[in-house]
């Protein structure tokens, strides 16, 4: 017996597909929101950073509330004292935000195949880091320190 082909589903409306990325966009909101509205450079807000905390040095997130905390009220030579790396990595994730929304939007894939890293790339990134915390904690690197 032949089987009948089913037709193929009827792509969700825009407004439905773009559900998650607006949700996403909400959490970050929010979590920028509570962020700036307790001041992360008063002690006793947040915890420390176990890594700090263990070794004394600073881990390439160390700064990053602050530098977010200044991005919040727009002082964004601040951020980047604060730490460099979040606030690009802030502006990474905005624009791969709206490339999301779009591709959404549209119907289309949200990771071409051109789009995703391949481990080398995801090796240099994590370098990229370990040399920034590096550097950080010297005594020449004093102006990327929190």
């Known amino acids: 017996m032949p089987s009948i ?3 193929d589903p009827a792509p969700a409306p825009a407004a ?3 559900v998650v990325p607006v949700a996403a966009l909400a959490g970050v909101a929010a979590a920028f929101a509570y962020v700036g509205s307790v001041d ?3 002690p006793g807000h ?3 950073c176990p890594f700090l905390a263990l070794t004394g ?3 390439p997130a160390c700064g990053g509330l602050r530098s977010a ?3 919040v009220h727009g002082d964004f030579g601040g951020a980047l004292h604060d730490n460099a790396v979040a606030v690009l990595g802030y502006a990474v994730c905005a624009v791969l935000w709206v490339l999301w929304a779009l591709r959404e939007a549209r119907g289309r894939p949200v990771v071409p195949r051109r789009w995703r890293m391949t481990p080398a790339a995801w090796y240099a990134l994590g370098g990229l880091l370990v040399v920034f915390s590096v550097v950080r904690n010297l005594p020449f ?3 990327l320190a929190p």
């Open 141 to 143: 690197g004093a102006a």
């Open 5 to 7: 082909p089913r037709p």
């Open 46 to 48: 947040y915890p420390v």
């Open 57 to 59: 040095w600073y881990c």
């Open 69 to 71: 905390y200044a991005v």
């Open 16 to 18: 439905r597909r773009l």
């Open 40 to 42: 992360p450079n008063h």
